[in-house]
């Protein structure tokens, strides 16, 4: 046992009974490395990875190895998911080493926490190596390593410069439509997503995609949303009897998952589907939408409303054991139909794995599939909502992937945002009572009530760990999200009262971007990282720059603020030439760029049926259009001068420039 059988983290604790001498990172960690005079050896990971589990077994638990680690290093683990500061510095530092990372993350660092060498995953034998050939570089050439160590640093912090276009060009509908012609080009017209292996869902960029064709009408950018969202559940990505994502698949034709399931992901894509149905009317994309939320509120839901982070990838000592079937499986649960549903789902045929057991499949034209078999498709989906009730059943008696429990803010304020998303396309009552429970939850425990600050994880009954930007970005975002679907002005207020505490605490010199980490006389109980980031690019989650901008946009043109509007418009310039050069990592930039291009439309409701005037204009996905709605005199100033008593109105504004209002949603023109 160790000192991390002190902790809250689920990571941190699966390595609590390692002979390894862990120590959380903090004070006393480097402390320790001063005063002995030894090098930190800094391993990263996650409870839901894979190969961290793999590392773990391998090395970590084998006492002769841990003898190695405890001699010659002050060992140090982080949960990157309680600690992404300090995970963007040392990944940042093995990406300029080998120009890739991944967890596990391995970094080697002076006892002032400065990396001087990293890596991911190691064999037990070449892990045995490294630390002798690190152990003896620290002892006999320690000023070499501290150069490193000075160029790496000095390479991370570099990482963070942005250099505004020389032309001062302003964003533009050109700019707008090659970036998309830019993405393009990596699209995969026949399986979906991007080209290549592995694949990642990647619902940022799809959402670009969506909001490219609502505004162009561009054929091809929707052929490719729906072949990429009809694969996705295709595959293994997707659980056909439980719901939910998997976090990527390790081919291009989306079958085999890396079978953990994360809340952010499962959050984002639940938007996304709920957004497609909104704007095509297709009830398949609504369906994956409640399946995914479905699965989140039975699997991911804690008493109190919030949303866990994520369930693990193996089970049994095996990588997705949990979800595989064979044939004899399917036939004793389901007698009558064991064999016609085991081709549906190709078991023993194109969802075979490994060792004799299958990923559960669905054919890409159901339709098809049922007229083979002499079924009408309502038929078939009657048949298969009994059958996965049943096989649901049968897999709950098997010992289930663990759970990791904790709340995390951000990854909760994307759920917030997806139910919200979710409510507009359904009007499911359930899952907006969802959103408002967590989120009353959070004004409650996450924050201290006093000017604006919130902490970052919840467990074991405490929140911690002051909050980073993604936090407050995407918390302001799902505040937002609220108040556009009940239109309870105090949402956009504490909305706004993020968006002044960020930009006092997190403004970066030039007053353009954000750093990521909050200052270190803010980081409370928590030691802070050895280098402060300014993360722009977004990845499987989108950048909180990014969510900021959009949320300076619309707020500004909410409470009429054009310093926010003009900040917005100031962040997306400034990164225009990365905008159009790699469109895949700067997809939430464009959609913000495509407000600003375009232009962003308010449409201020007045009147008695104000909020059954904007329940009707949220069924369509609008992008680039603001809805306030209010049945009485409003403190936003969005409102000013737009009520007459008793009558109902809406106005269409640019800007600070209102048309003549129309008296219904069906004289619009949108």
Same mark, same amino acid.
Request: aromatic share 12%; glycine share 8%.
């Given at each position: 046992?160790?000192?991390?059988?002190?902790?809250?983290?689920?990571?941190?604790?699966?390595?609590a009974?390692?002979?390894?001498d862990?120590y959380?990172?903090?004070?006393?960690?480097?402390?320790?490395?001063?005063?002995?005079?030894?090098?930190?050896?800094i391993s990263?990971?996650?409870?839901?990875?894979?190969?961290?589990?793999v590392?773990?077994?391998?090395s970590?638990s084998?006492?002769?190895?841990?003898?190695?680690?405890?001699?010659?290093?002050?060992?140090v683990?982080?949960?990157?998911e309680?600690?992404?500061?300090l995970d963007?510095?040392y990944?940042?530092?093995?990406?300029?080493?080998?120009?890739?990372?991944?967890?596990?993350?391995?970094?080697?660092?002076?006892?002032?926490?400065?990396?001087?060498?990293?890596?991911?995953?190691?064999?037990p034998?070449?892990?045995?190596?490294?630390?002798?050939?690190?152990?003896?570089?620290?002892?006999?050439?320690?000023?070499?390593?501290?150069?490193?160590?000075?160029?790496?640093?000095?390479?991370?912090?570099?990482?963070?410069?942005i250099?505004a276009?020389?032309?001062?060009?302003?964003?533009?509908?050109?700019?707008?439509?090659?970036?998309?012609?830019?993405?393009?080009?990596?699209?995969?017209?026949?399986?979906?997503?991007?080209?290549?292996?592995p694949?990642?869902?990647?619902?940022?960029?799809?959402?670009?995609?969506?909001?490219y064709?609502?505004?162009?009408?561009?054929?091809?950018?929707?052929a490719?949303l729906?072949?990429t969202?009809?694969?996705?559940?295709?595959?293994?990505?997707?659980?056909r009897?439980?719901?939910?994502?998997?976090?990527?698949?390790t081919?291009?034709?989306?079958?085999?998952?890396?079978?953990?399931?994360?809340?952010?992901?499962?959050?984002?894509?639940?938007?996304?589907?709920?957004?497609?149905?909104?704007?095509?009317?297709?009830?398949?994309?609504?369906?994956?939408?409640?399946q995914?939320i479905?699965?989140v509120?039975?699997?991911?839901?804690?008493?109190?409303?919030?949303f866990?982070?994520?369930?693990?990838?193996?089970?049994?000592?095996?990588?997705?054991?949990?979800?595989?079937w064979?044939?004899e499986q399917?036939?004793?649960?389901?007698?009558?139909?064991g064999?016609?549903?085991?081709?549906y789902?190709?078991?023993?045929?194109?969802?075979?794995?490994?060792?004799?057991?299958?990923?559960l499949?669905?054919?890409?034209?159901?339709?098809?599939?049922?007229?083979?078999?002499?079924?009408?498709?309502?038929?078939?989906?009657?048949?298969?909502?009994?059958a996965?009730?049943?096989?649901?059943a049968?897999?709950?008696?098997r010992?289930p992937?663990?759970?990791?429990d904790?709340?995390?803010? %951000?990854? *909760? &304020?994307? =759920?917030?945002?997806? +139910?919200?998303?979710a409510?507009?396309?359904s009007? !499911?009552?359930?899952?907006l @009572?969802a959103?408002?429970?967590?989120?009353?939850?959070?004004?409650?425990?996450?924050s201290?009530g006093?000017g604006?600050a919130?902490?970052?994880?919840?467990?074991?009954?405490?929140?911690?760990?002051p909050?980073?930007?993604?936090?407050y970005?995407?918390?302001?975002d799902?505040?937002?999200?609220?108040?556009q679907?009940?239109?309870?002005?105090?949402?956009?207020?504490?909305?706004?009262?993020?968006?002044?505490?960020v930009?006092?605490?997190f403004?970066d010199?030039?007053?353009s971007?954000?750093?990521?980490?909050?200052?270190?006389v803010?980081?409370?109980?928590t030691?802070?990282?050895?280098?402060?980031i300014?993360?722009?690019?977004?990845g499987?989650?989108? %950048?909180? *720059? &990014?969510v =900021?901008?959009?949320? +300076?946009?619309?707020?500004?043109?909410?409470?009429? !603020?054009?310093?926010?509007? @003009?900040?917005?418009?100031?962040?997306?310039?400034?990164?225009?030439d990365?905008?159009?050069?790699?469109?895949?990592a700067?997809?939430?930039?464009?959609?913000?760029?495509?407000?600003?291009?375009?232009?962003?439309?308010?449409?201020?409701?007045?009147g008695?049926?104000?909020?059954r005037?904007?329940?009707?204009?949220?069924?369509?996905?609008?992008?680039?259009i603001?809805?306030a709605?209010?049945?009485?005199?409003?403190?936003?100033?969005?409102?000013?001068?737009?009520?007459?008593?008793?009558?109902?109105?809406?106005?269409?504004?640019?800007?600070?420039t209102?048309?003549?209002?129309?008296?219904?949603?069906?004289?619009?023109?949108?």
């Amino acid at each position: 046992m160790n000192r991390l059988i002190h902790e809250s983290s689920p990571y941190l604790l699966q390595h609590a009974h390692n002979p390894v001498d862990w120590y959380p990172y903090g004070e006393e960690a480097l402390s320790e490395a001063e005063t002995s005079g030894r090098p930190l050896l800094i391993s990263i990971g996650y409870s839901a990875c894979h190969w961290c589990h793999v590392m773990e077994h391998e090395s970590f638990s084998k006492p002769e190895i841990a003898e190695i680690m405890n001699r010659n290093f002050v060992c140090v683990k982080i949960d990157r998911e309680e600690r992404p500061d300090l995970d963007h510095v040392y990944m940042g530092a093995v990406q300029l080493l080998h120009n890739s990372g991944g967890w596990p993350l391995n970094c080697f660092a002076l006892p002032d926490g400065r990396p001087f060498w990293g890596g991911t995953y190691f064999r037990p034998d070449q892990w045995v190596s490294l630390l002798d050939q690190i152990s003896n570089l620290f002892g006999n050439s320690r000023h070499e390593l501290e150069e490193q160590a000075e160029r790496l640093i000095r390479g991370v912090g570099e990482m963070s410069l942005i250099e505004a276009p020389a032309d001062g060009q302003a964003i533009s509908v050109a700019m707008i439509d090659e970036s998309y012609a830019k993405l393009s080009w990596s699209f995969d017209p026949e399986l979906g997503g991007l080209l290549g292996s592995p694949k990642f869902p990647m619902p940022v960029v799809w959402q670009f995609v969506m909001q490219y064709h609502r505004v162009t009408g561009n054929p091809e950018s929707l052929a490719q949303l729906k072949t990429t969202l009809l694969r996705m559940v295709c595959g293994g990505l997707f659980d056909r009897i439980g719901g939910g994502f998997a976090r990527y698949s390790t081919d291009a034709e989306w079958k085999v998952p890396h079978f953990e399931k994360m809340l952010y992901d499962n959050a984002q894509l639940t938007g996304l589907y709920a957004n497609m149905f909104r704007h095509t009317g297709e009830r398949f994309y609504l369906d994956i939408a409640e399946q995914t939320i479905e699965f989140v509120l039975q699997g991911l839901t804690s008493p109190e409303g919030l949303f866990f982070s994520a369930y693990d990838a193996d089970s049994e000592g095996d990588e997705g054991s949990f979800y595989l079937w064979t044939r004899e499986q399917v036939n004793e649960i389901l007698p009558e139909y064991g064999e016609l549903l085991a081709d549906y789902w190709g078991i023993g045929g194109s969802g075979l794995w490994e060792k004799g057991k299958s990923i559960l499949m669905r054919p890409t034209d159901e339709a098809f599939f049922a007229s083979q078999q002499h079924l009408s498709e309502e038929e078939l989906k009657q048949l298969l909502r009994m059958a996965g009730k049943l096989m649901l059943a049968a897999r709950e008696k098997r010992i289930p992937p663990s759970l990791d429990d904790k709340a995390v803010l %951000s990854w *909760n &304020a994307l =759920m917030i945002k997806a +139910l919200a998303e979710a409510y507009k396309a359904s009007g !499911n009552q359930r899952w907006l @009572d969802a959103a408002l429970k967590a989120a009353g939850f959070i004004l409650r425990e996450f924050s201290n009530g006093v000017g604006g600050a919130y902490k970052r994880v919840w467990k074991n009954g405490e929140a911690r760990i002051p909050a980073m930007l993604d936090d407050y970005a995407y918390l302001a975002d799902a505040w937002i999200s609220l108040y556009q679907v009940t239109f309870d002005e105090e949402w956009l207020f504490r909305a706004k009262e993020i968006a002044v505490f960020v930009v006092e605490n997190f403004s970066d010199q030039t007053g353009s971007f954000f750093w990521y980490s909050p200052l270190p006389v803010q980081s409370g109980e928590t030691s802070p990282a050895v280098a402060r980031i300014i993360g722009t690019t977004d990845g499987v989650e989108p %950048s909180g *720059n &990014a969510v =900021m901008a959009r949320i +300076l946009l619309t707020l500004g043109l909410y409470f009429e !603020n054009s310093h926010y509007v @003009d900040r917005a418009v100031n962040m997306v310039s400034n990164l225009r030439d990365r905008i159009v050069s790699y469109p895949a990592a700067y997809a939430g930039w464009a959609g913000v760029a495509m407000e600003v291009a375009y232009g962003k439309t308010t449409l201020v409701i007045t009147g008695p049926d104000a909020f059954r005037n904007a329940a009707m204009l949220n069924r369509k996905f609008l992008p680039g259009i603001l809805v306030a709605a209010a049945s009485m005199e409003s403190r936003l100033p969005v409102f000013s001068e737009k009520f007459v008593s008793a009558k109902n109105l809406i106005y269409r504004c640019e800007g600070n420039t209102c048309s003549s209002p129309v008296g219904s949603v069906v004289d619009l023109i949108l």
